[in-house]
């Protein structure tokens, strides 16, 4: 192998930057899941007997399935009795200030260059940060509140918004809807909850970094998002997680409700742990993550996915309204031993709907990456319009980029249309741009960025950079 | 400034230079001639630092310094420029970035400031208006789409942008029409000054009518197998490569 290759390689190869374990006790149940589990966790969280009910129908349904094997991702079989299934941080935390917060906690936070109170100082972005399943600090809620928008964990919008939960809890993921939701939705610890009313646009971006850390312990997320008729929303979940040797399960559901007229803005980027170059101790994460549109809403999902070992992750969006628009941007970059089968399902409804899809798959070392859509156009969904482009960048040659989009058809009024690449960054490349004077990181990241635009260019600022740092790629300027 | 001697170079298992002995003055245009597959690109590739080229022999000294030393990108922030025979394409990456980007490089090299996005403009503006460039061509991505013609004229305002000391065009003449030769050919003119040297890769002699060489070396079997004046390239014009390729390698400048 030549060495701009090897370079190349290297560059991939570049160490996880943000492992490490903060030391706080955790109060964890012990491992293994059956009904008592799914009841002490309901019980710990001091829920009422409705959401009980809801989790133990999710459980039996769960006992019932199992795992998918449709996906091109390949992991050791995980035994789910060998996970322990909450864990709290031990101490009691006050919400309401960030003074209160644990300081081993606030210095975890400050590693990955996330103070609170430089957010809340500078960036007016309000966080609720989830750390190890329970939120522990939440910041902004005055100013949100004043508009009558609710945003805290999920736990906190059980107690206090009980109606709202279970009016739209599970109405675009139901309990059943597959293993992994199954799962979670047994078994969920926390997550965010926001609410924005009718009209109303949310005058800041609303984000969450989640953190696992408790050894151990899977992560299992719970997100509602709930924008009222003619709503707009703007949300950003972001991550990393410490390095360690085990493999962690997690397994997320984010649901979206898009009202008459409403727009929703997801954006992720997600740095999990991938395991060592020998995919040891990544993280495996299998998402799901579905946005219903109303009519004339709108639901955008942008991920930038570094991280994991195993993705399994397709934020999807069911355009149930007329007029609604779903739309998916994604970058998944896989590395080393990392595989990511991800990709999103758009399903058309109503009349005339629309939806885009903009995949970009960077695989490097022996990284296998693999673009899954599906585009479901339905009997009612007249004058209904897709327009999907995937691309896949190599950079080696031992890596892999797989597209299979699927295509359900079943009103001909429809139009849909499909493109793909697969290109791989050339040593010429890289010697061009070196001879212009450029190291050879800078190349790579500059063709990388390059690749990757039509996405960046979707993430709200902050995570623009965020993401910029991730995949080490400094963003093209504005000249030109 | 360039001083090669008794360079040896190969492609896997190909040995392509054979000994070449080459100075260059600062100020001095130097033309080289020769058959296809010569070895004149391979010679520009091991002064500009491409991969999977091998110096098995010889050595080359650049302002004093070992080149052979220096990673591409290093040489390039030195002021070696190459113009490329065949200027790849880098779809997604913006012309205009990528070059203020090398700039910004060659700049901090030199102990100079970076040039913001203004003052960047401003450079670039007078150096399109010195090759006629056209506009859209510099906000599109490097090279991509970019017909042959423009692919060498991009070549060549990068180098007016950049300013290298040592400045080795290989084949720029090749795939520019007539009035785009005499407009590239006054760029490179322009470009011409004491402290800077080039040495000038082509096949036709009509170039040098507008990029007047100060000697003419041919390359052969990757050797010099002559060297003359600029008189020399209108013999070759005249009788090809034939009467010398079978005269011993003596000629060296
Ligand atoms: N990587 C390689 N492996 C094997 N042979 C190579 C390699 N690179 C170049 N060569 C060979 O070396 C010889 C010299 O090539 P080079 O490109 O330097 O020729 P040139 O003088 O520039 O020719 P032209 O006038 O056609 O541009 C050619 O025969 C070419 O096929
Ligand atoms: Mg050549």
Redesign the interface.
Known sequence: MSTATETVEELANQEYKYGFVTDVETDSIPIGLNEDVVRLISSKKEEPEWLLEWRLNAFRVWLKMSEPEWHNVHYDPIDYQSISYYAAPKKQIKLDSLDDVDPEIRATFDKLGISLDEQKRLSGVAVDAVFDSVSVATTFKDTLANLGIIFCSFSEAVREHPDLVRKYLGSVVPHSDNFFAALNSAVFSDGSFAYIPKGVKCPMELSTYFRINAANTGQFERTLLIADEGAEVSYLEGCTAPQRDENQLHAAVVELVALDDATIKYSTVQNWYPGDENGKGGIFNFVTKRGKAFANAKVTWTQVETGSAITWKYPSCILQGDNSVGEFYSVAVTNNCQEADTGTKMVHLGKNTRSTIISKGISAGRGQNTYRGLVRIGKGATGARNFSQCDSLLIGDRCGAHTFPYLEVKNTTSQVEHEASTSKIGEDQIFYCRQRGLSTEDAVNLIVNGFCKEVFRELPMEFAVEAQKLLGVSLEGSVG | MLEIRDLHASAGDRQILKGINLTVNAGEVHAIMGPNGSGKSTLAGVL?????LEVTGGTVTFKGQDLLDL???E???EGV??A?QY??E??????????????N??RK?RGEPELD?MD??TLIRERMALLQMDDTL??R??NEGFSGGEKKRNEIF?MAV?EPTLAILDETDSGLDIDALKTVAGGVNALRSPDRSMVVVTHYQRLLNYIVPDFVHVLSGGRIVKSGGKELALELEAKGYGWIETEPATASV
């Open positions: 500009a630092g491409r991969d999977g990673e591409p990108e040489r390039a922030r420029f190459l490329f200027p790849v880098i779809p997604g990456v913006n012309n205009a970035y990528l070059l203020k980007a090398g700039l490089e060659v090299h996005a960047f403009m510099l906000s991505p490097v990068q950049l």
